[in-house]
């Protein structure tokens, strides 16, 4: 049963803290998103990434926010430094990209907190 | 930017109701997905359109792409406790590219 796996599930952090997520994708899928749920804004699509190499990080706050895939198996979210509103609910998806279809299959998230 | 417009944002039923949902667009989509997402979770996907006019069920859901490529519509047939939680629609537009546009949310609840 292939999932997309996603650590830390819960994060407590303090104001001005590095906070480093993390996201196994599905194997075989070369297409990874990473989206932010709050309930104010809803799903927020941060960046997107295809065969490794970032795409489009429009919707991330560049100034404190990077994502990056080390390998195929592990793409990360970094908050450096973290703040209050930040505090959200971070998903990573992945898919087999537009060769194939446009289907996004979602981790479980991490729930961050920023006191 | 592209927004989709879900309706209703909230149901309150009774067991073994059906339900009705839709989403609408001012644009055009190729693809139309629907997802579920119980609390604590991620959003499960639950159909997937690729045609308009395309009609697909799964189980006691049954979805459709309508036919302007502008709107999906998701029905839940017989409804169970199960079916809490929150209906998201989803759609990508635009060749070359991976993202979806996802609408607000229908949250649906049963009524004891």
């Known amino acids: 049963d292939a999932r997309v796996t996603q650590t830390p599930r819960h994060k407590v952090t303090e104001m001005g803290q590095e906070v480093t997520m993390r996201c196994q994708p599905i194997l075989g899928h070369n297409t990874v998103f990473w989206y932010r749920q709050t309930m104010m804004q809803g799903l927020e699509l941060l960046a997107y990434f295809r065969n490794r190499a970032p795409l489009d990080d429009s919707g991330m706050p560049k100034d404190r926010f990077s994502a990056e895939m080390p390998d195929a198996t592990l793409a990360t979210l970094k908050i450096q430094p973290s703040e209050p509103r930040d505090s959200a609910v971070y998903f990573c998806?992945?898919?087999?990209?537009?060769?194939?279809?446009?289907?996004?299959?979602f981790g479980p998230g991490t729930r961050l907190t920023v006191t | 930017g592209q927004q989709l417009n879900q309706s209703p944002q909230s149901m309150f039923i009774q067991e073994g109701e059906d339900v009705s949902m839709n989403c609408t667009s001012s644009?055009?989509?190729?693809?139309w997905l629907w997802y579920k997402q119980d609390p604590g979770e991620g959003p499960v996907l639950l159909i997937a359109?690729?045609?308009?006019?395309e009609l697909t069920s799964n189980g006691r859901l049954t979805a459709q792409f309508g036919i302007t490529r502008k709107d999906s519509f998701l029905n839940i047939s017989a409804s169970i406790p199960s079916d809490v939680g929150i209906y998201f629609c989803?759609?990508?537009?635009?060749?070359?590219?991976?993202?979806?546009?996802f609408g607000t949310g229908t949250r649906l609840t049963i009524i004891p």
């Open positions: 644009s055009i989509f190729n693809t």
């Open positions: 359109l690729y045609k308009a006019g």
């Open positions: 989803a759609g990508q537009s635009g060749f070359g590219n991976e993202k979806l546009t």
């Open positions: 998806a992945s898919g087999r990209g537009q060769a194939v279809n446009y289907e996004q299959y």
